[in-house]
């Protein structure tokens, strides 16, 4: 198996919308990539190499790792190395990056291919995708695209209550939720902007969601999408992503299974896998996923099977590989990657589970306590770590 170099840019969905090769992140979003440069190390096929912001953070996560055994057996480097490349995601700016730095053309996407992943990660993929669910029983979600101010305002005036969505965007950014009572001058302006930048902008209904969970997958970019397990999530108010619950697939869709029937999940996983294979074709090879949640109208559970459409790898992945690899069958518990404002409050809260949440192995695998899963220092803002318990 040839090496590969794993790298953490979270930057890439801020740098996708962007779409220019002198995109420049925020310097918040420079500061995650820094402090959670190691986390691919957790979900890397052993033998990679990380891509780390500084070769000083990894002596300080084999220090502060409380269980050394689960170090993950990789290289690790603070340069930017000709050979190929596995980002979180592909965006112009990187190849920039990379190509400035050096790395061989034949280590990286070609401008047409990089064109192909904008077109495929737009939102506007959500209509072509749930278009194949339109026959399904026990399902909602629709999605409207739009060209124009009176089209939107069309969609606004139709439905009780509704959600904006820019075709581009971070990560939770680009969403506005508006009714025909708050249609007023702010909304239109970022109506506006959306539509002269991107040309387009999508209308979603907003449902009453119950719970926010995930279908991830492979495309190995021959055409072929294979299901690879389920990603349950916790999400702000804002829609922000919080953390995910580490389960097995089949706890998840257990607790899934109470609202909607087994074969309804079944059914949606076959059929996105062949909408997903007839969406990306040759176009795209990685991981993704795809953000579904279930949703009470009328009184009934439903299934909305297309709310997002990840087309890089993400937080579920990492969690699922995290608890396949590391985590005892017996155990359970939360994947989290939490935001500190303050220097230091990372540090403090780091100290305080350590002492609280000591760990504990089983069989050889963690069973329960607090796992640090990138390193802690006094200027550190962002940590991600695990909280396991025994079932």
């Not at 209308?203 to 970019?221: H, R, S, T």
């Amino acid at each position: 198996m040839r090496n590969e170099i794993y790298l953490f840019n979270p930057e890439n969905d801020m740098a996708l919308a962007n779409f220019t090769p002198y995109y420049k992140a925020p310097s918040e979003i420079i500061r995650m990539a820094n402090d959670l440069s190691v986390l691919p190390a957790w979900y890397a096929p052993e033998g990679s190499t990380i891509k780390v912001d500084s070769l000083s953070r990894v002596s300080l996560w084999r220090e502060q790792c409380p269980a050394s055994d689960f170090l993950p057996d990789v290289i690790w480097s603070a340069e930017w190395e000709n050979m190929p490349y596995k980002p979180w995601g592909w965006s112009p700016s990187l190849l920039y990056t990379l190509r400035k730095a050096g790395v061989n053309d034949s280590f990286l996407l070609s401008d047409m291919q990089m064109g192909q992943i904008r077109v495929l990660s737009g939102r506007q993929c959500c209509v072509k995708i749930l278009e194949s669910f339109s026959r399904m029983d026990g399902l909602c979600g629709k999605a409207m695209t739009c060209n124009s101010m009176t089209q939107v305002k069309k969609y606004i005036t139709s439905l009780e209550r509704c959600v904006l969505k820019a075709p581009w965007s971070g990560s939770g950014r680009g969403i506005m939720y508006v009714s025909s009572k708050e249609w007023n001058d702010s909304a239109k302006g970022w109506v506006s902007r959306v539509l002269r930048v991107q040309g387009e902008i999508m209308v979603e209904p907003l449902y009453n969601k119950v719970c926010d969970f995930a279908m991830e997958f492979y495309a190995d970019g021959n055409g072929s999408v294979s299901f690879v397990g389920y990603s349950l999530f916790d999400t702000d108010a804002h829609g922000n992503y919080k953390g995910n619950f580490l389960l097995s697939d089949g706890r998840i869709k257990k607790i899934l299974s109470q609202y909607i029937p087994d074969e309804v999940f079944d059914n949606v996983c076959r059929t996105m896998e062949e909408s997903l294979a007839s969406l990306l074709n040759k176009g795209y090879c990685g991981f993704l996923g795809v953000d579904m949640m279930i949703c009470l109208e009328d009184g009934k559970y439903l299934l909305h099977p297309c709310v997002e459409i990840n087309l890089r790898m993400n937080m579920g992945v990492v969690s699922h590989t995290i608890f396949n690899r590391y985590v005892h069958c017996l155990s359970h518990g939360k994947y989290i990657v939490k935001y500190y404002s303050e220097d230091g409050e990372a540090w403090d809260a780091f100290c305080q589970m350590k002492a609280t949440y000591k760990l504990h192995l089983c069989d050889g695998k963690l069973a329960e306590g607090y796992m640090p899963l990138t390193p802690v220092k006094q200027d550190t803002h962002y940590h991600a770590f695990l909280l396991l318990d025994r079932i």
